[in-house]
């Protein structure tokens, strides 16, 4: 399994995505669920993928395919909108469903799979897009300014406590590994390392780049004072009087 998580604020947008894949408890590996589209001045484009591993791979290899496209054909490069990006992305997923999903399904392999994709291209403001496994797609708003994929349930709490679209980067950051942190915490599926991106709003160029690997000092604090800040909280609550 997997999880990802993208989120679009006023400052800018925050992407993450974990790299553990596995099929069974023997076989377990790691593997890089987040790819990125940069060409400086003119556009950034992230995309995460959750769920078969074969299926998210085919779709970007069909997407880089488009870098050789004749002259004139819409690429991931020369499209002039992120809804337009979101519908390629979501027509790859279809091809691959379509050539591999039957054949998966007969050997009683699950063939689904999700991707994130967001970021900003000159002339338009930043754009968030979930894609689901048919091709099919929803944009992030105000009102829902982030989207997860993979194990969701687990980091779910904190975001929805937390983040706004007026959060500013840093603590948005800090909310994502503690988002992280309690998917690891409580599901086996989802490990570090962890890749985040940064894209500060129109400079249409990647902020920074991290990849958070077991040891992090930084992880490794956070979730260390995080456990025990929640257990001094719930000591400092009062017992319900009705369990005399």
């Given at each position: 399994m997997?999880?990802?998580?993208?989120?679009?604020?006023?400052?800018?947008m925050i992407f993450a995505s974990d790299s553990r894949t596995n099929a069974g408890v023997d076989h377990i590996a790691t593997f890089c669920k987040m790819r990125v589209y940069e060409k400086p001045?003119?556009?950034?484009?992230?995309?995460?993928?959750?769920?078969?591993?074969?299926?998210?791979?085919?779709?970007?290899?069909?997407?880089?395919?488009?870098q050789k496209a004749p002259q004139g054909e819409s690429t991931i490069w020369s499209v002039t909108s992120m809804?337009?990006?979101?519908?390629?992305?979501?027509?790859?997923?279809?091809?691959?469903?379509?050539?591999?999903?039957?054949?998966?399904?007969q050997s009683g392999i699950e063939a689904s799979a999700n991707i994130i994709v967001g970021g900003q291209i000159s002339g338009e403001d930043e754009r968030l897009f979930h894609i689901?496994?048919?091709?099919?797609?929803?944009?992030?708003?105000?009102?829902?300014?982030?989207?997860?994929?993979?194990?969701?349930?687990?980091?779910?709490?904190?975001?929805?406590?937390?983040?706004t679209?007026?959060?500013?980067?840093?603590?948005?950051?800090?909310?994502?590994?503690?988002?992280?942190?309690?998917?690891?915490?409580?599901?086996?599926?989802?490990?570090?390392?962890i890749d985040m991106l940064?894209?500060?709003?129109?400079?249409?160029r990647v902020g920074v780049q991290q990849r958070i690997r077991e040891g992090d000092p930084y992880f490794s604090m956070l979730r260390q004072r995080w456990g025990g800040g929640l257990r001094r909280?719930?000591?400092?609550?009062?017992?319900?009087?009705?369990?005399?």
């Open positions: 997997t999880y990802c998580v993208a989120l679009r604020l006023d400052s800018g001045g003119d556009r950034v484009i992230v995309l995460l993928s959750s769920g078969n591993l074969a299926i998210t791979q085919g779709v970007i290899n069909i997407l880089d395919r488009h809804f337009d990006v979101a519908a390629l992305a979501g027509d790859a997923l279809r091809e691959m469903q379509q050539r591999d999903g039957k054949m998966l399904m689901y496994s048919q091709g099919n797609f929803i944009e992030a708003s105000d009102e829902t300014p982030y989207f997860q994929l993979g194990e969701a349930k687990y980091g779910k709490p904190i975001l929805d406590r937390v983040l679209p007026g959060t500013p980067q840093k603590e948005a950051a800090k909310c994502v590994l503690i988002s992280f942190d309690s998917t690891i915490k409580s599901n086996i599926s989802v490990g570090l390392p940064w894209y500060p709003r129109d400079s249409l909280v719930f000591g400092e609550l009062p017992d319900p009087d009705w369990m005399e």
